[in-house]
């Protein structure tokens, strides 16, 4: 730009632009990422209860996948994604957020061709594994991409719809697989496995038109392109003052974090999000805490045992006539559920949704568990032929699909979309790509864990403990609540650069009272309407590898 720098703003409300309905649509697109994550989770939960899949798996006359392999199967994904979410944040920082995405959709779609043709445990077990790197590509650095483009006023809201389409990927692939249920030939699995291969072509074209974020431009000292990228996201011509005001912004934290955390190789980059005291609120070793532990409590909840197991499960427990139709419900309270969020995360913030969230989510696990163990699913009968398997107390099996959904419904308006939301809030720039990436990988690390033991905690030649297991989830999420409570902030209405300097300022259980007096521009010395030096040292490409 002519004047050799970029206009500064000490006007803490002037540093973004009104958000547009082309910058809403821009942002929301990146969403749909959400399609891969949740499609897996419901493909795989149907067809581990195809008839034509346990026989191509164990042979003619099985009835149910064993232990072992079902465990195998689920589990193999969540392995391939925690390793392709650990990659992802170097990826990211070399070539980008977008392109990142774009290499995830591709391998992705490798693995899906592989599980279509499969012929036996061997390559699907192959093709998941693919897969799941694609899926670790995309579900760490979508987050992160998202988090960097959308506006503020709208981060959680835009955020959440990652959550939402989540939540689509698991009705559709409930629907495609009750559909496909009845039918005795390969279609059976093949068509659910097969539809994956729509949603990698149309996120990989569509990001094609989406700009790169001008956060990554910024980190890369691309100050030009940092400027056409923002200009586009927020629907302004390049010269706006709002572009000026939200650049100069970005490059001044950017300084300030450049500051605090020295550039180094490869090695350095990493140690950097493990630096700083555990005693510190600010510190990049809480925050990285902070990361993976709220990804990992996410996974403690026990969502994924309804989605990935629930139709195995309620079919063991015999009580259960339409065990498709039930998971079928679930999944619907799940899709209804979460549009709650876009309202609540920005109306009361993060924090409160957490919090309550989690305390809801404990009451109603307790109860599945305290109802089952004395009245419902844990007490069946044989009927007259011997061999139909049927529950003694029907309402009290009824309870608990009700106390069920009312599980699903606070985990989707709260835990579901409030833990992406956070972690791709709390990190500051020189490690965010890294961060987000540890954060994913932590989900992505414990949902393999839980798939790989969950078979083995139910299955009735190995724990078989039927409704019991509620009571471990129950348990797992009155610690998520204390958690809660002690360890995370308040993020709402907050520029990212904004939720650095608060972090640095207060405490978890002060946070929501903390509000920005200044800007990093003026924090960097620079004067309402003065000139900010562009020329940011590009440190990635100084003292790195890459």
Known sequence: MPGG?????????AIEAPVTFKTYLMCAFASFGGMFFGYDSGYINGVTGSAVFIQLIEGEGATALTGPHSSLIVSILSAGTFFGALGAGDVADTIGRKYTVILGCCIYIVGVILQTATTGLGLLVAGRLIAGIGVGFESAIVILYMSEICPKKVRGALVAGYQFCITLGLLLASCVTYGTSTLTTKSSYRIPIGLQFIFGVVLGVGLLFLPES???FVKRGRVEKARAALAHLRDQPQDSEYVEAELAEIIANEEYERSLIPAGGWVNGWLNCFSGSLMKSNSNLRKTILGTSLQMMQQWTGINFIFYFSTPFLQSTGAISNTFLISLIFTLVNVCSTPISFYTVEKFGRRPLLIWGALGMLICEFMVGIIGDTVGFNKTHLAADGVTTIANNIPAVNAQIAFI?????FFASTWGPGAWIVIGEVFPLPIRARGVALSTASNWLWNCIITVITPYMVSKTEGNLESNVFFIWGCLCTAAFIYSYFLVPETKGLSLEQVDKMMEETTPRTSAKW?????????????DGGKLDMNVEDVERKGSIF
């Open 214 to 216: 001008p956060r990554f």
């Open 405 to 409: 959904c009312i599980y699903i419904f």
């Open 5 to 13: 720098g970029i206009m500064a703003t000490g006007d803490v409300g």
């Open 515 to 527: 509000r920005p007096t200044t800007t990093f521009a003026q924090d960097m010395g620079m004067k």
